[in-house]
């Protein structure tokens, strides 16, 4: 719900955005139209200090961030040539196919050298050979070897795939994999709502009505979750409103999103790069800036709001954290989706590293578990070095 922000409307220089702030300090909630105007606005230094107002009304001067680590098991995907925008996915008998055994997924789990991992971040393709048994006993044996890690994992996506292929309600997939240790579900599969917008860049894709239908089933099971827009390819201003309207409205339904990540599209190495004739990056640091604030401004009912360093650099994401930004994605380990499509940003971040991003940008670090309860606060002298997961206490 929205709350009231104090904010000194003199820092506007775009008379378009007085009525803006007018509703921050009147604790009132943002229009579509509003969402445009911030969308559009020549001032992107007031729609930062808007959104970093409305940061720091919730969550003061600190940044989170998660020890975790991401798994990939399998690229291969059903929806390889049709996601056009995506270069992890390959068919069955392509070159550089993969679908990981449990060993495999258990090796590599086993990975984070030095660095405690709290969370698996488990996503890969929509493969007709992992179904529901692939997965569950994927986690059970996760669960057996590494007891305290949180499973985040399979994206709305793939959890209609699986019962697509089980012939199975999507709540009953839902169950079945909580039963094996699945604790929340991450937000990717999203792209861009609009139909239009998928017809040119995921046909065949599962909707944006679905995706909200998968998430509200696993809100309503107790399963909280994350969600995405991926920004920066062929949608309209309009269009991205429209997908923040669908987040929102259903957060006011369940309360059950944890957090909101605008993921930046990069073009190398797939189709929809080459049709575009982009390479490099293709959104801009503005771009970037401006979603995540407007994400924090409109999405007046999520707590957190997280830069995904991967993709838009840690330069950037230290910028971001005074524009509305509380949170960063974690160490992570080994990234490959992004590493698919052109992304030159570190594969993960050690935990001094990420002690240094926030630092540097003047904020406070604190470490935290998937449900965003703060294990550990560093202070100024603090490395994060010899710091055993079970000493952690959950602080707040
Ligand atoms: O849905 C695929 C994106 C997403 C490209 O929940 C691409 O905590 C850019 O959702 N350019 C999956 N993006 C990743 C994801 C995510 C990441 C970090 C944290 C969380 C979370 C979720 O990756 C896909 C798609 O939108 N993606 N290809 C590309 N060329
Ligand atoms: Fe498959 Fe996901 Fe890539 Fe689409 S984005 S092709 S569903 S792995």
Known sequence: MPRVVPFDLDRLRDPALRPIGEKLNAGERLSL?????????????????????????????????????????????VLRKTCVFCGYARLPKEAGAYRYTLDQVLAESDRADGTITREFHIVGGLDMQAGLAYYTEMFRALKARHPQVHIKA???????????????????????????????????????????????????????????????????????????????????????????????????????????????????????????????????????????AVGRLFLDNFEHVKSHWIMVTPSLTQVALHFGVNDIEGTVVREKIYHAVGAHTPQGMTLPQLLQLIRGAGKQPAERDSFYRVLREFGPEETGENQPAGDAMAVA
């Open 33 to 77: 139209n509003d969402g445009v105007t911030l969308f559009t606005s020549p001032d992107l230094n007031g729609v930062g200090a808007m959104a970093d107002a409305a940061n720091r009304a919730r969550h003061g001067d600190r940044v989170t961030f998660a020890s975790n680590q991401h798994i990939n098991p399998t690229n291969i995907c």
């Open 154 to 292: 399979l994206t709305a996506v793939e959890i209609a795939h699986i019962a697509r292929i089980e012939k199975m309600s999507r709540a009953d997939v839902l169950t079945a994999l909580r039963e094996a240790g699945l604790d929340t579900l991450p937000g990717g599969g999203a792209e861009t709502f609009s139909a239009a917008v998928r017809e040119q860049i995921a046909d065949k894709k599962l909707g944006g009505t679905d995706y909200i239908d998968v998430h509200r089933t696993a809100h309503q099971l107790g399963i909280r979750s994350n969600c995405t827009m991926l920004y920066g390819h062929v949608e309209t201003i309009d269009d991205r409103m429209q997908h923040l309207a669908m987040l929102r409205d259903l957060q006011d339904e369940t309360g059950g999103f944890l957090a909101y990540i605008p993921l930046a599209y990069h073009p190398d190495d797939n189709e929809l790069g080459a049709t575009l004739g982009r390479t490099g990056t293709s959104t801009t640091g503005f771009d970037d800036l401006r979603n995540l």
